[in-house]
Structures are given as C-alpha cells and as structure tokens.
C-alpha cells in the first residue's frame, strides 16, 4: 500500500521549504495542488518534474475516494496548497480522514505555516493559544466573535485584506478597543509588515491605509482583572 504525504510548501519566500520536502516532491507518483500553476512556479524553481493533478475545495469531494484508491493501490501521493500547510484552513482534512478511515498512511511534514511567525511577532503570550482560522462570512460571525469574549488563550485569526478593517472594528467592539492585537501580512515577503498596539488604535491605522496580501490577526486572550 502506498501513503498519503502532507507537504507545506512556502507561504511567500520560495527558499522556505525543507530539503524533505523537496525529495518528497521529486520522488511521488502524484501530486495534487490546490492550484497547478501556483505550485508549477516551484517545481520550476528547483528543477522537479512531476505529474500534478488539482485538488481543490470544488472538486475534493468527487475524486477524494478515486485518489485514495490510487494510494491504497500502492501510490505515493504528495498533497501541497497553495501556500502553507494543507488542511489549515485549506483542503486536505477530507482526504487524510478517507485515507485515515481505509488503513492507508498518512505523514505530514514539518514547514511552512503563517499564524506560527504572526504569534510569535506579535508580542503576545504564546504558551497557550487558539487557533479559529477564517471566521464565516456572514451567518455565525458575530455569534462566533461573542463566543469569544471570555476567551483567556491568545487568539489568532485569518482574515481577508478587504475585510480587515470592519474585522478589527467588530473585535473592538466585541473584546473592548484596549485589548492588545496585532496584524501581520506579507509574512517572508519584501513588504512583509507587522503592526502591534491596541484593537481601537489598530481600527484607525487600517482605516486609513488600504493593505494586500495575506493576514493574520493575533489578539491577547481576556486577563484575569477584566473578568472581575
């Protein structure tokens, strides 16, 4: 039987991936990508050819049991995403839990993942945190942002840079605009950029300041005083 291998591939820095990871995708019998160009600039980069097929959220569910046949048929299959680790907050869940349901080996390697280097920019505790990934759109949201207000861990948050801003406000408004923030984008990148201070001060800045690129929001967890 073959094996299904998890590989994180770079989140903006294309020097950030490991000599493992780089063997792994030179020696699969597949790799499945989230996006084939995207992750061909790579393969390029350091001279790996491969076969790649997509496998991304609109079509995992009809070729996720066709894809872990091909394992089960004794198969090394790579799975990358666009950037970082898959199944955070990207595909990959689905078919580690199909391959994990029929006997099939499932590794995941080491590397790249941005909420990691925005915890530890930001200054915050980092011994205990949460982890909520992309909040819904609409429906749940601010049900969702309530839930968190007694929340005592370090919370950390993927967000849009088209949302940013009314995000900020809404975790002002919900946690109080003293608590302690910060926001990272464009980690490894040339702009890379992190921006630490109050979640009202954080409001303002964003504001008046229109931003691109990935982002992670960490925000202090509620202290003991403001529970009393």
Not at 18 to 45: C, M, P, Q, Y
Not at 124 to 139: A, I, M, Q, T, W
């Amino acid at each position: 039987m073959g094996k299904l291998i998890l590989v994180p591939t770079p989140i903006g820095n294309l020097e950030d991936i490991t000599l493992r990871a780089l063997n792994v995708l030179k020696t699969a019998d597949l790799i499945l990508a989230e996006d084939t160009r995207k992750t061909g600039i790579i393969l390029k980069k350091y001279s790996i050819e491969n076969q790649l097929q997509s496998y991304h959220q609109y079509n995992e569910h009809k070729i996720v049991e066709s894809i872990a046949g091909r394992i089960a048929g004794e198969q090394t299959v790579a799975l990358v995403t666009d950037a970082g680790t898959p199944s955070i907050s990207d595909p990959g869940f689905l078919l580690v839990r199909t391959c994990i349901n029929l006997g099939i080996e499932v590794q995941c390697l080491p590397g790249a993942v941005a909420f990691i280097p925005a915890l530890v920019n930001s200054g915050l505790p980092s011994d205990k945190f949460c982890f909520e990934g992309f909040l819904p759109h609409k429906k749940g949201r601010k049900k969702q942002i309530d839930k968190l207000v007694e929340e005592t861990r370090t919370m950390i948050f993927y967000e849009s840079p088209f949302r940013l801003h009314r995000f900020l406000v809404e975790l002002a408004e919900a946690f109080g605009p003293h608590r302690g923030a910060s926001v990272s984008r464009e980690l490894t990148k040339i702009h890379e950029e992190t921006v630490r201070g109050s979640l009202g001060e954080l409001s303002i800045y964003f504001g008046e300041k229109r931003v691109k690129g990935e982002i992670v929001v960490v925000v202090s967890g509620k202290k003991p005083r403001q529970m009393e």
